[in-house]
């Protein structure tokens, strides 16, 4: 599913969650600073933002903000 509207909405729980100003796709969660609790964070804001069950499994393994940004859209 290609919808700009779930990247952003995913992208802008990202930021809120990051100590960054901006985030560029490529960039990797935990390199930013991020940590198993702020994913499990992103993970429940997701679910309850899209009404959608992204796995924390799954997002751990995934942690580059595309494939993150992905699985929110793949689970949309």
């Given amino acids: 599913m ?5 990247e952003e909405k995913a992208l802008n729980i990202l930021e809120q969650l990051l100590p960054v100003e901006k985030l560029s796709m490529d960039d990797d969660f935990f390199e930013l600073g991020g940590n198993s609790l702020l994913l499990l964070q992103f ?7 899209f009404g959608v069950k992204v796995q924390f499994q799954d ?3 995934h942690s580059k903000i595309k494939q993150l940004v992905k699985l929110t859209k793949s689970n949309s």
């Fill in 59 to 61: 997002a751990f393994a």
């Fill in 2 to 6: 290609n919808n700009p509207k779930v």
């Fill in 43 to 49: 993970v429940s804001s997701i679910s309850s933002e």
